[in-house]
């Protein structure tokens, strides 16, 4: 119960509520490409039937049991959209935390922390 | 709508990106996004009721970024995915920004003055022709304080109507009725405080994962911390805050006052309620009012023994034990619930029977106990409990039918004590009623909107449409501007200053940091020059700033129980906000009512206090009341015809109705559409498969949904989330009310459902 309430509590702690920071990026950024949106269906709706691995990841992952959803990360869809979602959109959420990039032989989040599996230091 | 609703969300979209960039606060990374150039204003997020601090990111003469507020005791910086966005809604493609008038049948903008001159002539017309009480104000637990005082004097104390009504009246009149009655005074005795405290959480009728995360978040950090805390949730239907539940009873929709008096039956009879805490705290009442003996109300109990209540409520008799027993064996409780206790037919009961638990245990009065009722609205405890927003109350916990207090206000107002009526005016469903009856000619309806919040929504639309309605509001078009004949754009959430009183009684201030989007402007200024142009100009005419109307209302709250006199606009601007009461500007807040360290506790002579730890000094004994309220069904409970218990409620990413979410593109794609939830057996028996079109169906309307085979509603039960006009669950509720709130029965419709 401990373990599990530990794993819950970090993805509330460190998903959908900390620190956050929000912003959208700026102008000039876009140009990445997401198929015509169907507006009736919602990102994880879609996702679920187009890219099933990548769904189950997610719903598996932390962001995924806190209902964290797509367009945290990655944006709507039209106008902000991103593959790869920057690092800079980590910091959305998680900017409480002191990251010196310069100690480490990574240069991004997502090289620790992949986000449809989100593990965070376990 | 001009717009198709794709090209809209994506102009939407587009608008909230240029408006917006990116920060990057993380050290070492590399800084492109200009972070230097960012002010930040300490605010307060405007969504729930939790009142989590904010920060403003303002860049040039735009916002940017939102971040939770570190120092805000309340959030410690965390904020939820609707406050996440909250400064895109500033930039919505939905924005009001021109005052308009309909002119045969279409909306023609107009300049300020046609506006108001307008509006004045009108209401003056009717008020002559037909009296004050022909016409009528409907508001927000999401106005400020500033702004809801202004409409209090202009329609109690100068137009002279007490049908002055807000939406808190749809979500918390049940939890004021039950502290009234219970404690003697309105709002919660603790704070937020005693999350940390607390050995043992009653969830009851609360989605707090979904509708308050933020507290459910504090929740879940002292259990993590604390693994012996245990979690108890009371509801017909499984959330996402299952997640942490210990134990889980779900009792038919709004059958669950048979369950509470049970537990109390167990604590009584295993020897788990604190006799000395009842015998110096607490007397005994029967339904009618009339004084009884502790031994009469275990009689009165001997009829919701667990086996009976299972009988009633459908929740097994053991785990009603079990239950009780977890109650009264943890050395602190605090109980929370919302709405599926307060929108109800017997909602004023049901918060009775939860303050019961916890006076027949003496768990109240000390750290970690409490029974804490969880506010939907931001300014829903301050701007209307407090204000006295309300068709009975006047500001500062004060009655229209007291004769003193209409002195006390009428004095500070200015106006002659014969212009507040003695009588309250008329609630809310009484109000739209009084309107489709054409007993009510004029409405101005603030920050609001009824027509899609009603419920049996579609019942009221006659009225809106017949009558003069006048709306103010941030937003257009919204359900309610379909009827109106005059729409005022009002100044949004940054764009003015105010302040907002959150669930645990903490008043906190917030800046304007920008300049209102086009022509709008704040909602207490257009009702200081609309009350000018009716000809109230020698009261409201010295109202130059907020601050003015601020000091002006923290005088009436001067020796009040939520005295605010010492919560001052140089003070609120520092701290983070100060929970009441506050009697003077050295005053720190107070943590806990009716025990040491209240002022109102301090000051009672020792004889009173002596051999008790608690006062409640809003009863005559100060003794608060366990009351014997018989366990009565909803209002339409299901049938052979109708054999499904329709609930409606909300998710994470929406809020109300939706106008404020639904104009951030990232909330909208993430929950698009309203569905209803239907337990896999039941869909099975009906021949419903997942995403099928379906039809809901109730005594009062139809709608064609999508449905959702999941396990989360029981067999037997059906739930829509309410925040789509398109899928208008209120065309489904019933607006049968509370006898004594006057708070409708959204939570439970008898409905039947079938394939489309």
């Known amino acids: 119960m401990k373990h599990h309430l530990v794993t819950l509590f970090g993805v509330f702690a460190l998903s959908i509520l900390l620190i956050g920071l929000s912003f959208a990026l700026p102008e000039g950024t876009q140009g990445e490409q997401h198929p015509d949106v169907d507006f009736d269906v919602s990102c994880m709706e879609c996702h679920a039937e187009e890219t099933p691995d990548i769904f189950s990841d997610w719903q598996g992952s932390k962001h995924g049991f806190m209902n964290f959803g797509c367009y945290m990360c990655h944006g709507d869809g039209t106008v902000d959209f991103e593959i790869k979602p920057s690092t800079d959109k980590c910091a959305s959420c998680h900017g409480g935390y002191s990251v010196d990039f310069s100690r480490l032989n990574v240069n991004s989040c997502f090289d620790c922390h992949p986000g449809h599996t989100l593990k965070l230091h376990q | ?214 507290i459910f978040e504090r929740i879940v950090r002292h259990k993590t911390k604390n693994p012996n805390v245990k979690i108890i949730i009371i509801d017909p239907r499984k959330t996402p805050t299952d997640q942490v539940a210990d134990l889980h009873l779900f009792p038919k929709p709004g059958w669950d006052l048979a369950v509470l008096h049970a537990m109390a039956y167990v604590i009584i009879k295993e020897g788990y309620a604190d006799l000395d805490f009842i015998k110096k705290h607490v007397n005994f009442k029967n339904n009618e009012g009339k004084d009884i003996s502790f ?162 929504a579609q019942k009221f639309w006659k009225g809106l449409k017949e009558q003069f309605v006048v709306l103010a509001e941030s937003f257009y078009p919204t359900a309610t501007s379909e009827y109106a004949d005059v729409l005022l754009p009002a100044a949004f959430w940054a764009e003015k200053e105010g302040v907002y009183g959150c669930t645990e009684r903490r008043s906190q201030y917030m800046p304007q940091v920008l300049q209102p989007m086009g022509e709008a402007r704040w909602d207490a200024w257009i009702l200081r020059d609309l009350a000018i142009r009716m000809g109230f100009k020698k009261e409201f005419e010295k109202y130059k700033t907020a601050e003015d109307i601020w000091n002006e209302y923290i005088s009436l709250t001067k020796g009040r129980d939520m005295d605010l006199s010492g919560a001052t606009y140089r003070r609120l601007k520092k701290v983070r906000g100060l929970t009441w009461p506050v009697p003077s500007e050295d005053h720190p807040g107070t943590y806990k009512r009716y025990v040491k360290g209240d002022p109102f506790f301090d000051k009672l002579p020792e004889e009173k206090k002596k051999g008790r730890r608690m006062y409640f000094y809003g009863k005559p004994d100060g003794k608060a009341v366990v009351w014997a309220r018989p366990a009565k069904p909803p209002a339409e409970p299901t049938d052979k015809d109708y054999p499904f218990a329709l609930t409606t409620g909300r998710v994470l990413e929406h809020w109300h109705t939706g106008t404020m979410t639904r104009a951030v593109l990232e909330l909208e794609r993430a929950v698009p559409k309203a569905y209803v939830e239907i337990h896999p057996d039941d869909a099975k028996k009906l021949g419903i498969a997942n995403k099928d079109m379906v039809i809901v169906e109730t005594r009062r309307g139809k709608l064609k949904i999508e449905a959702r085979v999941i396990d989360r509603p029981e067999p037997g039960t059906l739930f829509i989330p309410w925040h789509w006009k398109e899928w208008l669950a209120n065309l489904l509720t019933i607006d049968a009310f509370d006898p004594g709130s006057k708070e409708p029965e959204y939570k439970v419709a008898a409905a039947r459902i079938y394939k489309a």
């Not at chain 2, 939820?80 to 493609?93: D, E, P, Q, S, T």
């Not at chain 2, 003055?113 to 016409?135: C, H, Q, S, W």
């Not at chain 2, 809310?428 to 603030?446: D, S, V």
């Open chain 2, 295 to 456: 031994e009469e109300f275990q009689k009165f109990l001997e009829d919701y023994t667990p086996e009976k209540a299972e009988k009633i409520s459908g929740v097994p008799a053991s785990e009603i034990v079990k239950a009780a027993r977890m109650f009264g064996q943890a050395r602190t409780a605090m109980s929370m619930w919302t709405m599926g206790i307060n929108q109800r037919t017997r909602g004023v009961w049901a918060n009775n029977l939860i303050h019961n638990l916890h006076l027949l245990t003496g768990k109240i009065g000390v750290p970690g106990s409490d029974p804490f009722s969880l506010t939907g609205q931001p300014n829903a405890c301050g701007g209307v409990r407090e204000g006295g927003g309300l068709c009975h109350l006047l500001p500062g916990h004060r009655k229209v039918t007291n004769a003193k207090h209409r002195e006390e206000v009428a004095r500070v107002w200015g106006v002659p004590v014969s212009n507040i009526q003695p009588k309250p005016g008329k609630h809310t469903i009484a109000m739209f009623e009084a309107l489709n009856e054409g007993k009510i000619k004029g409405i101005y309806i603030m920050c609001t909107n009824p027509a899609q919040s009603l419920p049996h």
């Open chain 2, 1 to 214: 709508m001009p717009l198709k609703r794709r090209e809209f969300l994506k102009a939407s979209a587009a608008a909230a990106a240029a408006a917006s960039i990116g920060v990057n606060l993380i050290p070492g990374m590399e800084n492109k996004l200009f972070a230097d150039a960012i002010t930040w204003h300490k605010s307060v997020c405007r969504f729930c009721g939790t009142g989590c601090g904010v920060m403003i990111g303002k860049k040039g003469d735009k916002v940017v970024a939102i971040k939770g507020d570190l120092e805000n005791p309340i959030n410690k910086g965390h904020i939820c995915v609707k406050g996440f966005f909250l400064h895109k809604v500033i930039y919505a493609r939905t924005r009001l920004l021109y005052p308009m008038i309909r002119k045969n049948g279409k909306f023609v903008r107009v300049s300020w003055d046609e506006a108001l001159d307008y509006v004045a002539k009108r209401f003056n017309e009717i008020r002559e022709k037909y009296g004050p009480d022909a016409l009528a104000f409907y508001g927000s637990g999401q106005a400020e304080t500033e702004e809801t005082y202004m409409a209090n004097k202009l329609f109690k104390g100068c137009i002279g109507t007490n049908n002055m009504e807000g939406n808190p009246r749809l979500c918390m009149a049940s939890a004021v009725g039950g502290y009234l009655t219970s404690l003697g005074l309105d709002e919660p005795a603790g704070t937020y405080q005693d999350i940390e405290h607390a050995e043992l959480f009653l969830l009851i009728g609360s989605n707090t994962a979904e509708c308050h995360p933020i």
